[in-house]
Structure formats: C-alpha cells, structure tokens
C-alpha cells in the first residue's frame, strides 16, 4: 500500500465539512457548486450526507439533517470518505500480466484486457467445466451490483460457485434469524430504541463499529434505559453499562441459556406470547433447566451474582431490545448463538412491539441487501432458494433462460479457497473483496489464490489480493454511480452520483455487462443504466420475502428511505417487523435448545491465551480504503496486542514493547498495548492490515457447519517479547500509538475476569 505524503491535512481544520487535498486542491473561498445528498458507504449505518462538488471534483463533505438515522452526524470515517474519490492511488487503466504469472502488472487497454478474460474463461471452462470459474463478490457494493454479480454467475458464466464476503460476516446472523424467525432482517428501526427500558448488546463495539449507533444508545439512557453489554473487553459504550458481563471469548450461548434460565427460575417468562406466538419451548425450557448461573459463571469467567443481575433486570424490562454483532457471530457456533439470543427475545415476548425486538447490526455498508440479491452460492434474488423449483422456475422467466440452464448450489466463499488449492476451481472473478487481509489463515489463502490459473480482480485500489491478480479492472467508487443499498435497519436508500469515474476507470455495472457480450451473453444484460438494473430486480424480488417490488428510486427520494418487504407502489414499507406473525408459513416464531459447546480450539500450555480480533473506529474492514485515508491512518496506522496488565507483568512485557504472538497457523510481531479494559486471559489485535501486519495469519480457519463462518473470534494463542521487530517497525514509535489509544489505558478493571492470567 502506498499512501501519498502531500495530501494536505491539518488536524485543526479536520472537521466533517472542510478538507482539502493535493489531489484535490481546493480553496476555502471556492464556490461549492452542488450539494449532492447521499450517503456514506462505509458501516451497515448508511449515514446521510451531502458531497460538496466543485469544478467537477468532490471536495468536502457535510452531514444530512434530513435523514433520520445520523441527523447532523459523522463518525470520523465519514468526515474523510470523500478523500478516497480523488486520491492519487485510483486505479485508472486495466493492468495485465502479459507473459504469465511471473511477469509484472503492466497498463492495457480496455479492449486488450476484456478480450483476454472473456478467451481464458471461456478455455478454462472448456477444458475443466463451467465451475472451474468462480465468482467471489462482495457486500459493500449496491443491491443492483450484487443483483448483477449473482445474475453475472449464473447467466454469464453459467457456474454454480458464486458467493461474497458477506459469508465472512453476516452468515450466522442470517443463519439464526432464518432458523427462528424466518425472515433475516432487523426487527426493529434504529428509533425504537428510544422506547426501550432495557437495551442488551452482546458481541457489538458500537462505539467503534457504529459509531453513530451510540448516539440513539445515549439517548435511551437519558430517558431512562438501562444498559447491559456482554464483551470480553470493556468497549467504549460497557464504560457506562448498568451491568457488564465481560464473557470468556466462545461462551455466548452457555451466559445466554443461563440469563434464561434465570429468567424462567423468577417467573419473567411470557407465557401468553410463547402459547400464542412460538413454537418448541417445552424443549429449549427442558434444556436451559441444566443453566444454572452458578455452574455457567464458571465457563465464562463471570460471577453468577452478575449474570443474575443481567438476566433480571432484561427479564423485567416491559421492552427490551437484543443487539448482537460479529463477536457474538464470528464464532463456529455463531448460528447457535444467535439462536440462543433469540430464545431469550422470545421467552420474555420482547418482539413485535415499539423498544421491543432483536437487531444483528451489519458490518458492512450492504451487509443486508448483500445478502438478498441473489449472490450468495445457495441464493437467488429477494432470499429465494437456488434448489426450490418454484424459485428457479421464477428466476429462469425474469432471466429469460431454461430453468434447466440454472446452475445449483455451489460453494460457500470460505469453500473456495481449498477447492482453489486443490485445482478443482481454477480461475475467479472477484469484485469488491480483499480476501488476502480479510479471510483466516493468510498462508493458505495465499497458496490457494496463487494456484489459479487466472484470476481477475476489479477494484479501486489497488488491494493486497491485486497482487496476486492476472488481471486488475480499475472500477467505480460508491459515488460515481447511482444504485441502492440497505442499511442495518433495513431501509433501502439511494447513493446519488456526484461525479464521474476518472478517466480509465468504468462504472462497475458496466464492466461486468461488457465482459458478459463478449462471453456471448450480452443479450441478458442489456442494461444502459443502474436504474434499470434496478427496475429488473424489483421484479426478481417480487413476491419473495425480501420483496423490494413496491420501492422506487423517487420513493426512496420521497421518504427517505423504504424499509422491505414493500410488495407494492402503494405500500409505504414495512420498518418494523414480526408485529402480527413472524416469516413461518404458520407466523409462528421457532425455539431452539442450544447446547453449549466450546471453541474449536481452547488455551493449553503451548498456547495461555485467548486470541480475539476485530474493528477500530478509524478502519473499514481490510482497510484498502482507510489505510489511504491520512487522518485515519494517522491515528491507527499498524496493528497492535492489546493485553492486560496483569498478564503483561507475568510475562515481562511492558508497554510498547515489541511482541511476538503466535498460534497454530503462524505468528506476527506487533507493539503491546498494555490495558486494563481486556479479560486478562485474552488478547486482542485489530485486523484491518495486511501482509505481516494481518491479523488473520493468526485466526482459526474453522467453520460454523451450517453457514461456513470462520471463527475470527476465538483461538488459542501465545504472547512473548519479540526476538526481532517486524520489517515494518522502521521509523516505528509505539508510543506514538499509546498517545492515539490513551483513553483506554485510564479505564477502571473489568474486576470480574477470573483464575490466572496465563494458564
Ligand atoms: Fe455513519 Fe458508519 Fe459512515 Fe460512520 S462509517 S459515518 S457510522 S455510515
């Protein structure tokens, strides 16, 4: 990655409605020419904002009152979004390895490098198979982008492995939403927070991953609701909690059974909701008897006294909202978990009602739409079924082709990569996605993508995984088009454009259309605009659950967002969901007995520790864009261990000190940030970095069975001071990164971790 050093940036003046740029020089005394609303595609948030254009640039940003969900606010991520659109590393001209894999990435032209692709696919298909070519999408991308990558697959390429990032992220919430609630959308807008008496969040740093979340947070406390947070570290918003259940990383649903369990002992349960509204709670009642808060404490390093507390005071609420997000999720039981989280909702009767609810917050800007559009290897449009003949045969029509010419399921993202190493899939498609920071166990991730015969990515920037390309399509940033995209809510907005790629660049709409005519397939994507990609989707989701037929690009204008399922024009949408039945032919919500059951891998004497990882405030995901971002890179510009002081002491290390942690999969050597605000049997190391500084050469590549999310959250690990610092540590100062994180070290103690820092 390369960071341009002149781009201007003067922290005094770093505010959410003025920057400037060498890219984009820009005076303060310039005329802004338009406002153009929009909104931020970074976070599932979708913060609305105005982009500030001038002389055909975008030059600045400000915040949009209007829009319900931010109104006037920012998180910093935000502020400096639009820096990414004229920043001196866009990609502007294909790039090519003309004489194999060893030669280097060389500028083409656009004729030269779709002609090579549409040959090579079209030789490898022949000679392994139509699934020898793969297609890994991604989720921060418009819904007709993602409607397009799936259609791209099935009709362009006819292959049946098609399938996102979002597999990475959001696959145990849809996994325990369509297992319990048969509809895998938030139950609830943001707002209704606001009537909620007590707000549980377990495995969500809201502070830093939805920032603009806790402001609706903060004001459901000034009105008078409490607070619970389940998290092995003292995040920003468990600072202020009224109860604080700091859990043993893995442990989710073994504290979620016992808070029911407690609840069901006080006689908190909701009977009339449960005999009137649920099914299967004679078993998950049976199962949660065996819970008692005093044996599960013990499993997850809390005090028993605590987790009653919790239980009591979630099982009192006359409405309470449930929020969980990738700590509970990123997990080999992260479906259970989720399950689990349910069952509580459900016990207490807490959905269907203002304050009363269960939400997954989304990751990614289109973590939920990403999920409906029919990119997912199992998946068509509006969360139909690739396997259901009724959807097939649906699907077929609005494609226009012979169901029988319908591919079936293919694999999951995380599937791909050893049927990459083993040469099954030879060559891939990627779009939108940096598998080479994102996915777990780099090193195999490596092998696999190298062991393609051809791989093409389409990006921006130029990503850790272009590295590894044949050939890389520079491609649009999000406000160089307009499409769709649905917030965390399950609101659809509008992104508006405010400019035009820069020369070079192409809309990616419009590579993807271009490659499918010279496949021979440009008859099913005869599309001049997103509009009307959109237009067909509306029609592809048309009586499925995730019915987007009644929402229009005016109506979105007109109501600031449409909330799915909205089955007609007339039909204002639906914000929130389960009030008279829940997605079950019969209406009714399922309970499930969870057991608990340990991580994949557990701490032992070669590895003490408990690794976890996860987001900060100043990153999006693998940080192809942040990274390029001075501000953001300035305040967290490498990755770093937090551990606790007491474990630090045992193992002689101190503050900034140079540290080695290793796991089964590798090692990387990173400064120790020493705190207080960690269980001190856990460690943690954000992931937003790639190559030595990737976090992922640490993670567990192991898989939750039913919906292949790897356990990012969980592995066992070790920490010892650094024999060598890292290649990177040149010019390093980790006190530099002390200053950025100082808040933290002043946290009070967790108090509550239990036994020995390092067993
Ligand atoms: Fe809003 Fe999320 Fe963008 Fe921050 S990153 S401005 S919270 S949408």
């Known amino acids: 990655m390369s960071v341009d050093k002149g781009i201007f940036h003067d922290?005094?003046?770093?505010?959410?409605?003025?920057?400037?740029?060498?890219?984009?020089?820009?005076?303060?005394?310039?005329?802004?020419?338009?406002?153009?609303?929009?909104?931020?595609?970074?976070?599932?948030?979708?913060?609305?904002?105005?982009?500030?254009?001038?002389?055909g640039k975008v030059v600045g940003v400000e915040p949009r009152y209007d829009f319900p969900v931010n109104r006037g606010m920012l998180c910093p991520k935000g502020t400096t979004v639009y820096q990414t659109v004229n920043h001196p590393d866009r990609l502007t001209s294909p790039l090519m390895r003309r004489n194999g894999k060893n030669s280097p990435l060389e500028p083409v032209s656009w004729d030269e490098a779709l002609d090579t692709i549409a040959r090579r696919f079209r030789a490898i298909q022949g000679e392994h198979g139509k699934d020898a070519v793969a297609v890994y999408s991604g989720s921060s991308m418009t819904n007709e982008k993602c409607y397009l990558m799936g259609k791209f697959a099935r009709v362009g390429l006819e292959t049946r492995h098609c399938d996102y990032n979002g597999r990475l992220c959001m696959s145990s919430a849809t996994g325990a939403?369509?297992?319990?609630?048969?509809?895998?959308?938030?139950?609830?807008?943001?707002?209704?927070?606001?009537?909620?008496?007590v707000i549980f969040v377990i495995g969500a740093n809201v502070g830093e991953c939805f920032p603009i979340v806790t402001s609706w947070l903060w004001q459901a406390r000034d009105r008078g609701a409490k607070l619970i947070v389940a998290d092995p570290r003292q995040t920003p918003i468990a600072r202020t909690a009224d109860v604080f259940l700091p859990l043993r990383s893995g442990t989710d649903?073994?504290?979620?059974?016992?808070m029911l369990h407690v609840v069901l002992r006080e006689g908190l349960v909701d009977e009339e909701f449960i005999a009137s509204r649920t099914t299967g709670w004679d078993e998950v009642k049976a199962l949660v008897e065996q819970y008692p808060p005093e044996r599960v404490a013990k499993v997850c390093g809390l005090r028993a006294e605590t987790?009653?507390?919790?239980?009591?005071?979630?099982?009192?609420?006359?409405?309470?909202?449930?929020?969980?997000a990738r700590g509970l999720e990123h997990q080999s039981k992260g479906v259970d978990n989720g399950v689990a989280a349910v069952n509580l909702a459900l016990a207490t009767g807490n959905f269907g009602r203002p304050g009363a609810g269960y939400?997954?917050?989304?990751?990614?800007?289109?973590?939920?739409?990403?999920?409906?559009?029919?990119?997912?290897?199992?998946?068509l449009p509006g969360e139909r079924e690739i396997e259901n003949p009724e959807d097939r045969a649906y699907i077929a029509s609005v494609?226009?082709?012979?169901?029988?010419?319908?591919?079936?399921?293919?694999?999951?993202?995380?599937?791909?990569?050893?049927?990459?190493?083993?040469?099954?899939?030879?060559?891939?498609?990627?779009?939108?996605?940096?598998?080479?920071?994102?996915?777990?166990?780099?090193?195999?991730?490596?092998?696999?993508?190298?062991?393609?015969?051809?791989?093409?990515?389409?990006?921006?920037?130029?990503?850790?995984?272009?590295?590894?390309?044949d050939v890389v399509l520079p491609g649009n940033v999000w406000c160089e088009d307009e499409g769709t995209s649905t917030n965390l809510e399950g609101r659809v907005i509008k992104y508006n454009q405010a400019v035009d790629p820069p020369p070079g660049a192409r809309r990616d709409w419009e590579i993807v259309c271009e490659l499918a005519r010279r496949l021979g397939k440009g008859q099913y994507f005869p599309y001049q605009s997103a509009r009307e990609i959109f237009d067909e989707l509306r029609v592809a989701t048309k009586g499925a659950k995730a019915d987007y037929f009644g929402i229009t690009y005016e109506k979105i204008d007109r109501q600031n967002g449409v909330f799915w399922p909205c089955p007609t024009e007339e039909d204002p949408g639906t914000p929130r969901l389960y009030e008279d039945r829940f997605g079950f032919a019969d209406g009714k919500a399922r309970f499930h007995p969870i057991t608990y059951l340990p991580p994949a891998e557990e701490p032992d004497a070669e590895y003490p520790l408990v690794l976890t990882t996860g987001r900060v405030i100043y990153h999006y995901l693998s940080g192809n864009q942040t990274r390029r971002t001075p501000f953001l890179l300035e305040e967290a510009p490498y990755p770093w261990v937090e551990i606790?002081?007491?474990t630090a002491e045992q193992l002689g290390i101190s503050d900034n000190d140079w540290v080695t942690v290793r796991t089964?999969?590798?090692?990387?050597?990173?400064?120790?940030?020493?705190?207080?605000?960690?269980?001190?049997d856990t460690v943690f190391i954000p992931y937003h970095y790639g190559h030595s500084q990737a976090a992922n050469i640490l993670t567990n590549p192991v898989l939750e069975p039913m919906n292949k999310i790897p356990e990012y959250k969980v592995c066992a690990a070790s920490v010892t001071k650094a024999v060598h610092k890292p290649d990177w540590a040149e010019g390093v100062d980790p006190a530099r990164l002390r200053a950025a994180r100082g808040r933290r070290r002043r946290l009070p103690s967790t108090g509550e971790s239990q036994g020995p820092a390092v067993r």
């Open 11 to 55: 922290k005094q003046r770093d505010t959410y409605d003025f920057h400037e740029s060498a890219a984009t020089p820009w005076r303060s005394d310039d005329e802004v020419e338009r406002y153009v609303p929009t909104h931020c595609c970074y976070c599932g948030v979708q913060c609305g904002m105005n982009l500030k254009v001038a002389g």
């Open 177 to 197: 939403n369509d297992r319990s609630l048969g509809i895998d959308r938030a139950a609830n807008p943001i707002s209704d927070m606001l009537h909620s008496d």
């Open 253 to 258: 649903s073994a504290l979620l059974n016992a």
């Open 307 to 324: 987790i009653i507390e919790a239980a009591r005071l979630y099982g009192g609420a006359k409405a309470a909202m449930l929020y969980t």
């Open 359 to 379: 939400m997954t917050l989304t990751g990614q800007g289109n973590g939920q739409g990403g999920r409906e559009m029919g990119q997912k290897a199992s998946q």
């Open 399 to 469: 494609w226009g082709i012979d169901e029988k010419d319908m591919p079936h399921a293919g694999y999951a993202a995380t599937l791909m990569i050893p049927a990459m190493e083993r040469g099954e899939i030879r060559s891939c498609f990627m779009i939108c996605s940096n598998p080479m920071v994102s996915l777990p166990d780099q090193h195999t991730t490596e092998r696999a993508l190298r062991a393609l015969d051809f791989f093409v990515v389409c990006d921006f920037f130029f990503s850790e995984t272009c590295e590894l390309a």
């Open 644 to 646: 606790h002081e007491r």
């Open 664 to 680: 089964r999969r590798g090692e990387m050597t990173v400064p120790a940030l020493v705190v207080k605000s960690i269980r001190p």
